[in-house]
């Protein structure tokens, strides 16, 4: 896929507090992760445009960016957790904040959660996934960062993902076999520095959105 071909993305609106969060409609995708986990770099790649701010500090990122992505999709960036810095009126905040986007979130919205490769998922990660199970919202994990890991790496961070999910791994060969609505855990590797699995998600979400369009 060449760039002229790329659909163009736009910043809709920031939300700091919990009446400022729009009412949403359409095919959403959300982006979650930890602080560091590197998912302004990611969104910045997937969009082909420089709309999230990446910085060296963790935890840039303190609200919720939506994003329109062409006519039918929309894209949302949330801040991240787990930053040791933030304070307890800070994390209580940010819970709050949340609560009142997933109460907003349209029918079929679908999460990205974004784990750093070379780290184990933990205890916020394992309970984040259950909490989007009990909203019935479909998850799919993607592991960023890849390219820090040689092939012994990967190979232990697939068995690891095999252990604590038993996840089917999507892979560039076979993407388009799977859809939004499976039941199944999904993941895959990605890399923003690279451009590694960009192109596949890219093509997933777009057919997300041609499938779920209002």
Same mark, same amino acid.
């Given at each position: 896929?060449?760039?002229?071909?790329?659909?163009?993305?736009?910043?809709?609106?920031?939300?700091?507090?919990?009446?400022? @969060?729009?009412?949403?409609?359409?095919?959403?995708?959300?982006?979650?992760?930890?602080?560091?986990?590197? *998912?302004?770099?990611?969104?910045?790649?997937?969009?082909?445009?420089?709309?999230?701010? @990446?910085?060296?500090?963790?935890?840039?990122?303190?609200? @919720?960016?939506?994003?329109?992505?062409?006519?039918?999709?929309?894209?949302?960036?949330?801040?991240?957790?787990?930053?040791?810095?933030?304070? *307890?009126?800070?994390?209580?905040?940010? *819970?709050?904040?949340?609560?009142?986007?997933?109460?907003?979130?349209?029918?079929?919205?679908?999460?990205?959660?974004?784990?750093?490769?070379?780290?184990?998922?933990?205890?916020?990660?394992?309970?984040?996934?259950?909490?989007?199970?009990?909203?019935?919202?479909?998850?799919?994990?993607?592991?960023?960062?890849?390219?820090?890991?040689?092939?012994?790496?990967?190979?232990?961070?697939?068995?690891?993902?095999?252990?604590?999910?038993?996840?089917?791994?999507?892979?560039?060969?076979?993407?388009?076999?799977?859809?939004?609505?499976?039941?199944?855990?999904?993941?895959?590797? @990605?890399?923003?520095?690279?451009?590694?699995?960009?192109?596949?998600?890219?093509?997933?979400?777009?057919?997300?959105?041609?499938?779920?369009?209002?």
């Amino acid at each position: 896929m060449t760039k002229k071909k790329l659909v163009a993305a736009r910043l809709i609106c920031t939300s700091y507090l919990p009446e400022q @969060v729009p009412p949403m409609r359409g095919p959403t995708a959300i982006f979650l992760g930890r602080s560091n986990a590197g *998912k302004s770099s990611l969104l910045n790649a997937l969009l082909n445009k420089k709309l999230a701010h @990446v910085s060296k500090a963790p935890g840039k990122t303190r609200s @919720v960016n939506f994003f329109r992505w062409g006519s039918r999709l929309n894209c949302v960036d949330v801040p991240g957790y787990g930053f040791a810095g933030r304070g *307890k009126a800070e994390k209580s905040g940010w *819970k709050e904040l949340m609560e009142t986007f997933f109460e907003k979130l349209p029918e079929h919205a679908m999460a990205y959660l974004l784990l750093d490769a070379k780290r184990l998922p933990e205890a916020e990660e394992i309970l984040l996934i259950e909490a989007l199970a009990e909203r019935s919202i479909p998850v799919e994990l993607l592991l960023t960062k890849v390219d820090r890991l040689d092939q012994s790496g990967r190979e232990r961070c697939r068995r690891e993902m095999s252990r604590l999910f038993g996840g089917v791994e999507i892979t560039e060969k076979d993407a388009s076999r799977f859809t939004f609505h499976a039941s199944h855990l999904t993941w895959r590797f @990605v890399s923003a520095k690279t451009g590694e699995g960009i192109a596949a998600l890219r093509r997933a979400l777009l057919d997300y959105a041609k499938a779920f369009q209002v």
